[in-house]
């Protein structure tokens, strides 16, 4: 075998090999990002009934995805024009679900998911997406501590103006030690969808809030 035919055979070989290894690797990217694309979903549509008031906890979460409807002016909760939100009703019981983003957290913007009984009052509050510091931020999701439980069961007329912030700026909520930026943010995004609910028009009949 002359020397000019021995590089071909081993450009050749070489060539193979690199295709053969980048459709591997784009294979293998494919099929893990179908799966996390299909937990992620998984994880979003648990959060939904999660934030339910304890009487729509059990519908499925079908019906909850069926009850869809384009938020009026998305933008005071931070988001864009055609975001949406969820009304569920169901045996005389009814809540909305609405998604909000505050920019105000310490590393960008944090997502959330809040749920609001027909009282007016905050049935679950879910930490959907943030790029809070580990140890520290993330404390605000769920699994990582009961901080975000705080919420539960609290409406507009339960807190003065002034207690809807942290301890350390004179309100009623925890802040975490090292990280106060991350929990401030959460609690003005959260109230500020409550205002959001007692100044517009959304597809469930509210009843006066408990004083």
Request: aromatic share 6%; hydrophobic share 40%; no cysteine.
């Amino acid at each position: 075998m002359t020397l000019y035919k021995a590089m071909l055979r081993g450009a050749f070989a070489l060539g193979t090999f690199a295709l053969v290894t980048a459709g591997s690797v784009a294979l293998t990217r494919a099929v893990t990002a179908e799966r996390i694309a299909t937990h992620q979903l998984a994880y979003q549509h648990r959060q939904l009934q999660e934030v339910l008031p304890e009487e729509l906890a059990t519908i499925p979460v079908t019906s909850v995805l069926e009850s869809a409807f384009e938020l009026p002016n998305a933008g005071m909760l931070g988001l864009k024009s055609d975001s949406q939100g969820w009304a569920v009703s169901h045996q005389g019981n009814s809540a909305v679900i609405l998604p909000a983003v505050t920019r105000q957290g310490y590393n960008g913007e944090i997502r959330l998911l809040i749920g609001i009984d027909e009282h007016q009052r905050i049935s679950g509050v879910r930490v959907t997406q943030h790029q809070e510091t580990p140890g520290l931020g993330d404390k605000i999701e769920r699994r990582r501590s009961d901080w975000i439980t705080e919420f539960n069961g609290l409406g507009l007329a339960n807190l003065p103006s002034k207690g809807w912030a942290v301890e350390k700026d004179g309100g009623h909520f925890d802040a975490f030690t090292g990280a106060t930026i991350t929990p401030r943010a959460v609690v003005r995004a959260v109230h500020k969808t409550l205002q959001y609910v007692a100044e517009t028009p959304l597809p469930i009949t509210f009843e006066e809030p408990d004083t």
